[in-house]
């Protein structure tokens, strides 16, 4: 089963508009981390926020944390035609091995 | 290049087959991680081996097994193929002492026919 879910599912924006995506999850984690996957390629990690985080940037990417909500959100400003992939929220949870991923979210960059 | 191995890219057979997936983790790390991928059940985490040994279980089948080699590639062996079973297989590795950061191999994709 499916640890995060992403929102929305799909996405549209025009070249230079930011882009923002949510990620719920339902255990105790240790850290959250967001991966890009261009079509039908591996996965490339871009992010991680361990739970005592609230906030962490790199580059054009800002990621929040909420984990009384269960919540995470990634936001790309600025985003460009190669911005245009899935990305995915992932997660380990406390004492445990596995990286669960979410569904995705579909992110289309009209240029 | 994300320094995981994967093969073979394409893998075409038909139900009832079994097949062989192979992954060398980057140069250095101990743990391998396999993932499916499809459409209707996203990205599902089947099993991680670390150093050799089985470490953590996911929603893999009982058709499907796994190992860790001494040289650490690992092979995900899949049996009795269903037509479901076409999907995208990952393998990912992670630094040795960290398990945070995942760096995937291009995948093998499978369809059975």
């Given at each position: 089963s499916q640890q995060g879910e992403e929102d929305p599912q799909a996405l549209s924006i025009q070249e230079g508009e930011n882009a923002t995506m949510n990620c719920s999850y339902k255990t105790s984690i240790n850290n959250l981390q967001w991966y890009r996957q261009n079509s039908g390629r591996g996965l490339v990690h871009l992010i991680l926020i361990r739970s005592n985080e609230r906030e962490k940037h790199s580059g054009r990417l800002r990621v929040t944390l909420d984990t009384s909500k269960k919540s995470s959100s990634l936001l790309i400003t600025a985003?460009?035609?190669?911005?245009t992939a899935s990305y995915f929220c992932a997660t380990r949870d406390t004492g445990g091995f596995k990286t669960i991923f979410g569904a995705g979210t579909r992110l289309f960059v009209k240029a | 290049d994300s320094g995981v191995t994967q093969t073979p890219k394409h893998l075409i057979t038909a139900t009832g087959q079994r097949v062989t997936l192979r992954c060398s983790p980057r140069s250095g790390d101990l743990s391998v991680y396999w993932y499916q991928q499809s459409l209707d059940q996203g990205l599902q985490f089947l099993i991680q081996y670390y150093n050799g040994e089985e470490r953590a279980k996911g929603n893999?089948?009982?058709?499907f097994s796994a190992q860790q080699f001494p040289d650490l590639h690992s092979e995900l062996n899949l049996s009795?193929?269903?037509?479901?079973?076409?999907a995208l297989y990952f393998c990912a590795s992670s630094p040795r002492g960290t398990h945070e950061k995942l760096f995937f191999g291009s995948g093998t994709q499978l369809s059975v026919l």
């Open positions: 985003s460009r035609a190669a911005d | 893999i089948l009982e058709r009795s193929l269903e037509l479901g079973d076409s």
